[in-house]
């Protein structure tokens, strides 16, 4: 079997005209448009980059974004104290802190700070436990990206055999609650797993979000399977690869997402959805 493309450049470009829709006719009807504010600190290149593919999205979907550039000395206090102002701030929807943040700040205490109805990233503990009792309001990003691809080509994911593999908070573990939402039997694997190509071998949809490349072996993937792979990697060389054997995969697979162009625009496109969605509910409010 040779694997289809599961092309999430494709499908997240589709999102973000309909999104891009969905705004124009608020504003036309004369509220006014979503509004996202992107918090970068410091200078990290590759974040750079995720932050400038993140603002062109939202130019594209004709939401506003708001930028704060701050330098990599900025405090946690002085974070924070930015937060609560865009907590308060009834002009800005959605809030956005572009993870890794430098040393002095503790991600997690960020992340709590910002409101629950503008975290639109879906880090928020707040948010993460709504999903783990499927009462979801804001998702997070990647795994509810990867949950768009996966539902493009199986309308019904009910029985399968799902493997996480990667448990991370902001990736594997919500992706394991949202597959176990849609009626998958889910099994998550971390850095202490011992039987990883046995496991893979029963999936039939495997993710893999580590950040290793070629973690997971072509031959691992059972013929038929639907792979998804959230890794990203620069390679020695410059070039972006993901953490699946991908060659040896789409020989197997039915399906697979490239790197890039698979998982990684659907993880913007998702951005986009929750930050539409977050206005709705400050509309209501
Ligand atoms: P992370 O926080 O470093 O977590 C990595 C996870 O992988 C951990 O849970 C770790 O297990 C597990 N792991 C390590 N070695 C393993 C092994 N041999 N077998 C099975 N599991 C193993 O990383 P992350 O933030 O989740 O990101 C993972 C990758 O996805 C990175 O390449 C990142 O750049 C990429 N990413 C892509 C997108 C996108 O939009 N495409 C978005 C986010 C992240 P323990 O829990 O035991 O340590």
């Known amino acids: 079997m040779t694997a289809q493309i599961l092309d999430g450049k494709a499908l997240s470009e589709r999102i973000v005209d309909e999104l891009r829709q969905q705004v124009d006719a608020l504003v036309a009807s004369g509220k006014r448009a979503p509004a996202l504010a992107v918090i970068l600190v410091g200078d990290d290149p590759a974040s750079a980059i995720y932050v400038r593919n993140k603002k062109r999205a939202c130019e594209r979907a004709d939401v506003r974004s708001v930028s704060h550039d ?3 000395s900025t405090s946690q206090a002085e974070l924070l104290a930015l937060i609560d102002k865009l907590n308060d701030d009834p002009e800005v929807d959605g809030i956005l802190v572009q993870m890794p943040l430098p040393p002095q700040i503790e991600p997690e205490t960020v ?7 503008k975290d639109v990233d879906g880090f928020h503990p707040y ?6 009792v499927r009462m979801p309001t804001l998702r997070s990003c990647t795994p509810m990206g990867v949950m768009t691809l996966l539902k493009s080509v199986h309308s019904d994911m ?25 009626g998958c039997t889910v099994t998550t694997a971390n850095s202490q797993t011992r039987n990883l190509p046995v496991l893979a071998l029963q ?15 072509g031959e691992w993937i059972k013929e038929g399977a639907t792979v998804a792979d959230v890794g990203i990697n620069r390679l020695p060389d410059g070039r972006i690869c ?10 197997r697979a039915a399906w697979i997402t490239p790197v890039p162009g698979g998982v990684g625009p659907m993880t913007v496109a998702s951005l986009l959805q929750n930050t539409l969605q977050a206005y709705e509910i400050h509309q209501k409010a």
Not at 245 to 251: K, Q
């Open 158 to 182: 009910r029985g399968m055999n799902a493997l996480v593999v990667g448990a991370s908070n902001h990736v594997g573990r919500p992706m394991g609650l949202e597959l176990l939402m849609a």
């Open 70 to 72: 701050l330098p990599a």
């Open 203 to 217: 999936a039939d949809i495997v993710v893999v979000a580590v950040g290793r490349p070629n973690l997971v072996k």
């Open 127 to 132: 948010n993460i436990g709504r999903l783990a």
């Open 111 to 117: 992340i709590e700070r910002i409101h629950p109805d």
């Open 242 to 251: 993901g953490d699946v054997e991908y060659a040896v995969a789409a020989e």
